[in-house]
């Protein structure tokens, strides 16, 4: 993706301001360029939570300068905790994972104590902000990487999250499509039945804030034209800024399609903790990463 | 897709020599017009079952040379079972669907007495080849379209007809990679299980002609890059020429994910009776009809 391209989308999901970011175990080197780089193009300050030696050593050795950062000395074990209780504090807008594990981040996430699983009715969902290149537009899918096979009530939890990102992202009402293989409901195909309720749980008010339709096939969700072929009558149909896809099977498959197969860019955020929390992975490539801590301090911050 | 582009496409799918194709229900002018133009590439030779009247007549409107053509005469009711028994007769190779239902023609190929299921342990299984002008390569992936919820047994014939298509077309011993979420055997992840069981059952010879590994999340099946991240050894992983998909719901998606947001060349045929059995769509484009009757044609030829 060319570096102009790239600054303008950058641009569309830019905070109005930047927002902190609560590194925890910032003693990473794939991390901290993505954090320093963040703070340079004024989308995020960075609030480093690990070992201070190690952090400085390492900005060292890589001549990064970290010298406008925040460092709250931590151990690894600590280092969670840290960054959590400066999310808790109002002293940080959001979280992201460093050198630690997934899962021990997301224990101090969900300490029933001091976690910021404060509203305790709330999932815990991966959204996935994608921009495609050839469609020219950004969608946002859940889940490819957190909720295995969720249920209906889980379902809905999982679009009030991609709701709230996509809200922070500018989208005032999303249109959410429950996806599935068919346009008609087949009580043989579980997923094509919780799209028809979630599509009229929306309607009745129980899930708010966006527009949801389903079921609907990809091509429906996403192509205009194929929803003229198929003469599917629907507000989301063709124009879809939300797929929610039936499990864990379907997400990651897609999402990974999209990247492989159709060159998008990915960013990612786990939604429905007091914060926006940004996981992004020594694979992801810089403008991925990039993309993903300005993903989430939009979120965050408007 | 540029028309030199696509030329160099079908030289790669092309049959040996032209097939013979039996359209059930040609009083269909998507179909004519696919037809004739496999025809005039020298792909296929069309052989038309239903309303003659009503197929010269279209022919003319539409100024399509049908004039090479045998036209066999039959109701739309009789045109399947025509189609079918010229391949059981050995008059013709493949099987098109026209205006029918799907489920019409099917329900002719599956007859006992006078069908093509002939080989009642096989499973009829949809298959797409993909071509991927972001990846550059061509795969087939199943199934998006017919089978549904597959269990272990039918997700073993469902690879066993991937691969005669894939050997077919050229692939000699296609890699399957068989889908899920994440590398490792996860009990509560069913996709895992059941690619880790194909894998061994691959090994001890219970499907042959091809190599299967699996659980292999999307991008370490297609991407070398992610293996190497990764770490993964595997004769399959970053190569792999065939995609399991879990399920419908998985297959569906992923398909449609890679013709709209990859721009794929999408080709797609029926295996698993005694002759591949084409169905295109009326929404398919022109390049996708011709693709997909230059890859059974193939398929059926080799």
């Known amino acids: 993706m060319s570096a102009v391209y790239f600054d303008k989308l950058i641009e569309q999901v830019r905070p109005q301001r930047p927002r902190k970011v609560a590194v925890a175990g910032a003693e990473d080197i794939v991390v901290l360029k993505a954090v320093a780089e963040a703070y340079h193009m004024h989308i995020a300050e960075p609030i480093l939570c690990g070992n ?26 600590q280092a969670a905790k840290t960054a959590v209780s400066l999310i808790k504090e ?18 101090a996430v969900l ?3 001091n976690g910021l699983h404060s509203d305790k009715t709330s999932v815990l969902s991966h959204v996935s902000v ?10 946002l899918l859940t889940d490819g990487a957190m909720v295995t096979y969720p249920d209906l009530k889980t379902k809905a939890k999982m679009i009030e999250n991609a709701v709230k990102a996509a809200r922070g992202l ?18 043989e195909m579980p997923a094509t039945v919780d799209a028809a309720l979630l599509a009229v749980m929306n309607r009745r008010g129980q899930i708010r804030n966006c527009i949801v339709d389903g079921p609907l096939a990809m091509d429906v969700a996403l192509s205009e034209e194929a929803v003229r072929h198929k003469g599917i009558v629907s507000e989301v149909a063709g124009r879809a800024d939300i797929l929610l896809m039936h499990n864990i099977d379907v997400g990651n498959s897609v999402i990974k399609s999209f990247v492989i197969g159709g060159s998008c860019l990915l960013g990612g955020v786990i939604m429905g903790a007091d914060a926006p929390v940004v996981l992004t992975s020594r694979s992801d490539s810089d403008q991925s990463k990039l993309y993903s801590i300005a993903c989430a301090a939009s979120i965050c911050g408007n």
Do not use: C, W
């Open 111 to 113: 300490d029933r104590e």
């Open 52 to 77: 201070e030696q190690e952090i400085k050593k390492l900005a060292r050795e890589h001549q990064i300068d970290i010298s406008d950062f925040s460092i709250f000395d931590a151990s690894l074990e």
């Open 170 to 187: 500018g989208i005032e009402k999303p249109r959410v499509a429950v996806l599935a293989p068919v346009e008609v409901v087949n009580s």
């Open 130 to 139: 994608a921009y495609s290149p050839i469609l020219q537009r950004m969608m």
């Open 90 to 107: 109002g002293k940080a807008d959001m979280l992201m994972k460093g050198l630690l594990q997934t899962s021990d981040l997301l224990r």
